[in-house]
């Protein structure tokens, strides 16, 4: 059974999905899809766990890897 | 904030929608700053699964999802207290933005205050250097001196 997750660009970075899909690769197949304003993830072939869990977990890390690249974009320096 | 309660979902007695183990609200980009919801979520991380997703332009919809199984009531303490700490993250956020300058100035002050006070020695040095001895105005010659210089010059003057 797979789940499909929809990031909306507005919220989340495209690069923080594909960080969180490359930390996610063992666990799952994981399809990255780049549509018009979301990015879209498909997360299949979970093995031993609950799909829903794993796709819960997986938008808790995009969303963590989303924050600290826009609090590191923000910081002075990199202004 | 606005409620959700009109997708057909468990009436919440804060007025979040509440579903099986999960709750959401809504939240208006023009009271909660983004940076103010992701300052919330990042928060939240540990405590449940937190999925953002666009409701329309200018409002997130924020989706928590309770780790072990929660009851109603749990959920819409949870969803309350999103939104208390979302709302302490945009005064924190104003808090900042206000006093950027006050707190550059104080930081400025610091680090001139910590810098190391000259020495005595140093000064005596420094007094003692050759660039002091140089008198190309020749200030360090006795005005007495200067004066019989001159009458010498011009004896009628």
Partial sequence: ?79 | MSDSADKGETASRLGFALRADQVACELDESVYPLEAIYGACYLYLERCFVFLTRARPGVVAVTLSAREPATPDGLDQLAGEFVNECLAQVTRLRLAQSTTRLREYYTAAALRAAAPAPLVDDLLAELESDDLLEDPLEIMVPWEAQQADASKKDPNG
Wanted: aromatic share 6%; net charge negative.
């Fill in chain 1, 1 to 79: 059974m797979a789940e499909r997750l929809v990031f909306d660009r507005s919220l989340y970075l495209p690069e923080a999905v594909e960080a969180a899909a490359a930390a996610y690769g063992d666990y799952a197949r994981i399809e990255v899809t780049a549509s018009g304003e979301a990015t879209e993830v498909l997360i299949a072939d979970v093995a031993e766990l609950d799909p829903q869990m794993v796709a819960r977990a997986f938008a808790n890390h995009v969303l963590h890897e989303t924050i600290l690249r826009v609090r590191q974009s923000a910081r002075p320096e990199n202004a």
